[in-house]
Structures are given as structure tokens and as C-alpha cells.
């Protein structure tokens, strides 16, 4: 039987959970990033942007990493990612190359 991860995510948090059966999930893990969360005021600098992103690229590598380590031990075999296409893009820039060919479908979030 083929395991399958599903992984929603934003820039705050990644959810990856476990098809197991037609109508149920298990959570397999909840990853947070609370400076995801952060938003540069009104005024704010360029060097604050940049932190807030350097937070959100080391959140992204995070993830990859640990989908990365759970890929090698087999703990799934297709990825689903449900996600804004910016955060789309920066875990398609983070997964190493064989973790791609394991993502079956990428989902927007249309909310």
C-alpha cells in the first residue's frame, strides 16, 4: 500500500500528515516557525524584511530536511503539498532534488 504525506504549510507552520484510509488523516508531524508570524511595521527597513525572510528560508529548510530524513527511512512514498504558491516556492527552492520527484501534486490554497 502506497503512504502518502500530505504537508500544509505557511510561513508559520507545516502540518504533515498521513493518509490512512479514504476519510481519515494522522498527524505525523506539526513544524512551527513563530517569526513566520512576524510582520514589518509600516516603516519598516530593508534589513527587517531580510530577517523575516532569512526566518522563512531556514523554516524551509527545516522542512526539507525533515522530509528529507523521513524519505530515507521510508516513512512515505508520494508528497502532497498544500500551500501559497510563495511558500510553494520557497520549499521547491529548499527540497533537494530527489524530494521533488517524490512530490506527486502541489495544492494552492485559494483562501
Not at 22 to 43: I, M, T, Y
Not at 74 to 92: F, G, I, K, S, T
Request: with cysteine; charged share 30%.
Amino acid at each position: 500500500m502506497t503512504t502518502t504525506w500530505i504537508i500544509a504549510a505557511d510561513a508559520s507552520r507545516a502540518r504533515i500528515l498521513q493518509v490512512a484510509g479514504r476519510e481519515r488523516l494522522v498527524e505525523v508531524e506539526d513544524l512551527v516557525n513563530p517569526e513566520g508570524r512576524l510582520h514589518p511595521g509600516g516603516h519598516s527597513s530593508d534589513d527587517e524584511e531580510r530577517t523575516v525572510d532569512h526566518y522563512n528560508e531556514l523554516f524551509a529548510k527545516r522542512v526539507a530536511g525533515y522530509l528529507d530524513k523521513a524519505r530515507s527511512e521510508h516513512r512515505y512514498d508520494e508528497l502532497v503539498l498544500v500551500a501559497p504558491p510563495l511558500v510553494q516556492h520557497a520549499r521547491a527552492r529548499a527540497l533537494p532534488q530527489k524530494l521533488l520527484w517524490d512530490l506527486k501534486r502541489i495544492c494552492i490554497d485559494l483562501t
